[in-house]
């Protein structure tokens, strides 16, 4: 198939954390198509970079960093589009995405759209769930464990019988939420099985004590992972 | 430092679906270490094998496949003495772990005991629950989702409970508890929201109707992904 569209997982941050397959995909294609914010850089498009072939087109899809993050519906659609005529002209197009492209990714949204045209591939990636966990050296789960992942901007109630009911749990998009977190987690007497970190794999990566956080400044890109034996091997 | 020790994510089975990182160690280590069945092939070695250096030594750990997978802890401490050895002798020494390393990886147990006197670096991996999601072409989860990962031995009522509480559900480790696990399933009303796959991205992958499988013939390494909204992209 001439125009075959992947949708490829670009990993955490770190560049090496990119798949073979990726890799391999990146490498024949026309049409590289990404998100970015309205301004500054895309994330995406900077982990895979080292890996653009030397000639190609590139399609940035930019995105309101509105604080909810609801789909920007109108924007995914005008994308696909621009993607859909790029298939067309028989291209090779490539989506990238941060992390894994079905792990909480925007991507799904495109994916919603052309899938209904178009054959899409999708090549899973790393998450920062999975390097976060590596990075912290603190196993996720084990065994019979049930592991949940909790978004930040839930309300108290819901995360904290989450917490309660779950072995293993991983809080996402922390940001402005954090210090409600934090304490809910101290609430629960958890706070000791709590570890932190932020960006993890990125060059800007912190690894900070949970009870030393400055609560002004923690970025989307967080993640607190807790375990209820605190370390998953016991 | 010379005697440096790896766990490497390996990836769900597709030999391409290794980081560049993986391979790059992989490139030059002297001694693989990785668990294997005491009858059969290792699932671990096999995914890798297309990536080893001409020259190593290997080192597999036997492990029983007893029906509950209880961690073997002596065999792993006699699989750590080795390692122990092998890293005084100042070789670098790579763990193999199928998947994710600490995504319910039996590694684990291993790197507990081992990263008392060295330090271990751990490279994530991409899990059979990002392959299978990738493969299924069925997002995990969204936005605030709450996704929450059920070992299918679990009782009735604890899954249950949990696949009521949560808008993603991933049910692992199907084997022979998976009649029960579909009728749960079905009387909660979201058979027609579930999907299943076994061995996602190995050689003898298979997807089946839900509906259709045969109760007798579900391997362990088989997952069923159920979002409440039918897709995460709704």
């Known amino acids: 198939m001439k125009n075959k569209i992947y949708g490829i997982g670009v990993g955490p941050g770190d560049p090496e954390l990119i798949t073979i397959k990726a890799k391999r995909i990146l490498d024949r294609a026309d049409l590289i198509v990404y998100p970015a914010p309205e301004n500054g850089n ?9 890996h653009f072939p030397k000639e190609d087109e590139e399609l940035p899809i930019y995105i309101p960093m509105s604080a909810n993050r609801f789909p920007a519906m109108k924007i995914y659609q005008l994308a696909s589009k621009k993607i859909f005529q790029a298939a067309q002209e028989n291209k090779t197009i490539v989506i990238l995405c941060e992390g894994d492209p079905f792990f909480y990714g925007s991507f799904m949204y495109i994916f919603g759209i052309i899938s209904k045209k178009y054959t899409v591939e999708v090549i899973p990636g790393i998450s920062s769930l999975m390097a976060s966990s590596a990075v912290l050296e603190s196993p996720l789960a084990a065994g019979n464990d049930i592991l949940t992942v909790i978004p930040a901007p839930l309300e108290n109630d819901v995360i904290e019988k989450q917490i309660e009911m779950a072995d293993a749990v991983a809080i996402i998009k922390l940001g402005r939420h954090f210090p409600r977190v934090r304490e809910l987690i101290d609430k629960l007497g958890l706070l000791e099985n709590s570890v932190y970190i932020e960006r993890a794999t990125m060059s800007n990566e912190r690894i900070i004590d949970i009870g030393a956080i400055n609560e002004n400044d923690v970025p989307y890109f967080s993640i607190i992972l807790l375990h209820t ?6």
Do not use: Q
């Open 42 to 50: 895309s994330i995406a498009r900077s982990i895979a970079a080292p």
């Open 229 to 234: 034996r605190n370390k998953a091997w016991l």
